[in-house]
């Protein structure tokens, strides 16, 4: 959402509990100049009205609202051992994103969700239907997400973040599909087939769409 003062007035209007709806001006100096901070600071002293700034607001916004919730919260058994699987849903969003955890991580202590006191393993991976679902062979989604799945579950602790946006699946964006990104020849994937998953790299050409999933700790650049 842009940061303006149209915006901005519809949100001062909803946080006083009235009709989401506002009407602005430019106010002028007497010489007919736009007034400047100065200017409106000078004003709203001798009209007795307060003011804010745009930045404020945000941060205000910032402070006291969420956008995204967890609505589920359940169990997962999977071949890789027993995941924590959260839902989360956002007002922003129309697709809910997935976090597989393990170790305890994200797991509500007394009704509060404790803070990790080590770092711990984060994969972030783009859904990609064909290659999750499918086994796709135009891409290495499927492997990558197993892999990271794996990995996660012989360290004991860590979380696998679910997006719910196509990455390099044929049914995904026009910009991500399979004649544009998986079949283009200045597509470049360096894939080395020995050493751990956080040594991987992912190259991609000027050209090609940076799209892919992400080793938190590893080395991609996508």
């Known amino acids: ?50 003011m804010c700034t745009i930045e404020a607001l ?62 711990v393993l984060v994969r972030i991976h783009s859904q990609c239907l064909t290659g999750d679902l499918l086994g796709s062979l135009m891409c290495d989604c499927g492997s990558q997400l197993e892999q990271a799945l794996s990995q996660i579950a012989e360290a004991g602790k860590g979380v696998l973040l679910y997006m719910r946006q196509e990455g390099r699946g044929i049914d995904c964006c026009p910009n991500c599909g399979p004649t544009n990104c998986s079949r283009r020849r200045d597509w470049t994937l360096s894939r080395p087939t020995s050493g751990s998953a956080s040594d991987r790299t992912c190259v991609t050409t000027a050209s090609a769409p940076r799209s892919c999933s992400t080793w938190a700790f590893g080395t991609c650049g996508c």
């Open 58 to 119: 945000i941060a205000h916004r910032r402070r006291r609202e969420k956008l995204v919730n967890r609505s589920l919260a359940i169990k997962l058994p999977t071949r890789f051992g027993a995941f924590d699987l959260f839902v989360y849903e956002s007002v922003v969003d129309p697709e809910p994103h997935l976090a597989l955890c393990v170790g305890g991580v994200g797991v509500e202590v007394g009704g509060v969700i404790p803070e990790q006191s080590e770092p």
């Open 1 to 50: 959402m842009r940061a303006g003062h149209t915006e901005g007035s519809v949100d001062l209007a909803r946080l006083a509990g009235l009709r989401e709806a506002a009407v602005i001006c430019e106010v002028v100096n007497a010489d007919g100049t736009m007034a400047r901070l100065p200017d409106l600071q000078r004003f709203c002293a001798a009209h007795g009205l307060k």
